[in-house]
């Protein structure tokens, strides 16, 4: 099994940024590709970036596309979620997740299924 847990969140002004940390722990971490997603109030859990196992691939949901870089340290089992210009909307609790891609010739490659969840981090942006 792999146990993950995130932090970082918080409050933060409309505008402003945020890093999301996932610590890993138990089985080797750099055997996994990574995903963050969120779920706000009232709505389904929602898709944002994955990355590979080795790092040299992201993929975005276009949501959050240009503001969002997902990134990992193999070195130090922890994957990173910088945010920036966060908006209102983006509040919500975040969480990541080892996710299992197929790789594809039309975007690099594709998530289609997620195994170990963390248990989230608040993040809550004020207008």
């Known amino acids: 099994q792999v146990q993950l847990a995130e932090s970082g969140g918080g409050l933060v002004q409309a505008g402003g940024s945020l890093r999301l940390s996932c610590a890993a722990s138990?089985?080797?971490?750099?055997?996994?590709?990574m995903g963050w997603f969120r779920q706000a109030p009232g709505k389904e859990r929602e898709f944002l970036a994955a990355i590979i196992r080795g790092g040299g691939s992201q993929l975005y949901a276009d949501s959050v596309k240009g503001r969002f870089t997902i990134s990992r340290d193999n070195a130090k089992n922890t994957a990173y979620l910088q945010m920036s210009s966060l908006k209102p909307e983006d509040t919500a609790v975040y969480f990541c997740?080892?996710?299992?891609?197929?790789?594809?010739?039309?975007?690099?490659?594709?998530?289609?299924?997620?195994?170990?969840w963390g248990n989230g981090t608040l993040v809550t942006v004020s207008s």
């Open positions: 138990g089985r080797t971490f750099s055997n996994y590709a």
């Open positions: 997740a080892t996710v299992r891609v197929v790789y594809t010739t039309t975007k690099g490659f594709d998530v289609y299924g997620m195994d170990y």
